[in-house]
């Protein structure tokens, strides 16, 4: 893997490379299995800058030190990766590499660089993760940060570190974070089978944790993405499980101490300047399609859904930063302008694109170019 950042003009070279893993050829799995849901990610920062992470191994090593590597066996590549961790030395870590300021700083391992960067971080990490990952962070603007990867939470300060066990096991760790409205950070960790939410706080300097209400969401969570969390402008706590596998996602809204299902409600897409929050559409909504078609618009207490026109799909809208919208939606590239309220933003600027790129997101760089799936251009 390789990440790459357009310049402006042209695509330029970065050092996030990762090393690739050995062939394996042998009916058991490969050793590197346990920690290989471990995706390379990478986390654009308010800033302009960007954090990348991914796990390294000495299988890595061993396989780019091979003088035949491609024909390398199992027994071989054990022993080599055996003398690199004589003494103790770790398996598998994650590195991070750093993109601020124009310079690349990395790659070296990750609890290092948040120790080291943790002011600016904390500056250019204070929106929520997308969704929930192997590794998530959090900042709060004023010098610290909160971060959760190998099933432990760790809080970042200028004083110094403390983290949190995540109690339980699990094969898969994937985390979420979110500051409560009483200044607790609330933890959402799932193995993609079972969830549990903890609310957290610094005390005697260590973090305390309280367990927290989980939805009433059954069982068989792996067929939805890991859960997500989300604290509007009006201090209302959500959670959804993102669509995936052809299920469509499930939320909540977490009121008096329960959580109350919003089938009318899809993934959470962004939040609007004024706190109104844009859904795609719940399995409520689409039931009732054809005749009901369009993004759900949440401000306060009431929800109203944003007409869409038949012949476009659903896009997931992505906001510019001018405060326009875009998406991608079947054949067409869709913008909606800027208004003062949300409902009343006006489709324009639909442009047919070069081939299907269905459902998806798009993106414009500050010189104009729109960035759709793996194509560019103006």
Known sequence: ??????????????????????????????????????????????????????????????????????????????????????????????????FRNGKWTGPVKLREMLEKECDALSAAFTKPAPLGNWFVIRGDGNGTVWAAFEDTVYRFTKTGVQEWKIPGER????????????????????????????????????IVAEAFPVPDWGDRLYFWGPPSLHVAKDKTLRLWLPTANNRHARVWEFHDGKWANRDDLGDFLFEEADGALWFMPGSKVLSKSPDHWGYQVVKGEQTTMFAWPREYGLGRLTPTRDGRVMATAGYWLVELQKADDPLKRRLANVRILSGYWGPGQAFQAPDGTVFVGNQWGK
């Open 1 to 98: 893997m390789r990440l790459v950042r357009w310049d402006g003009t042209a695509w330029a070279d970065t050092p996030v490379k990762v090393l690739p893993q050995p062939p394996w050829m042998s009916r058991e799995g490969p050793p590197w299995s346990a920690w290989s849901y471990q995706k390379p990610s990478y986390f654009p920062g308010r800033d302009g800058s960007v954090l990348a992470v991914a796990v390294h191994d000495v299988y890595q090593d061993a396989f780019a030190e091979a003088k035949d590597g491609q024909k390398i066996d199992r027994w071989t590549l054990r022993d080599a990766a055996k003398m690199k961790v004589d003494g103790g030395k770790p398996v598998h870590w994650i590195e991070a590499w750093y």
């Open 171 to 206: 094969r898969a760790g994937f985390y979420h974070v979110s500051p409560l409205p009483d200044g607790r950070m609330l933890c959402a960790s799932s193995d993609g089978n079972r969830a549990q939410l903890h609310a957290l706080s610094v005390k005697d300097n260590r």
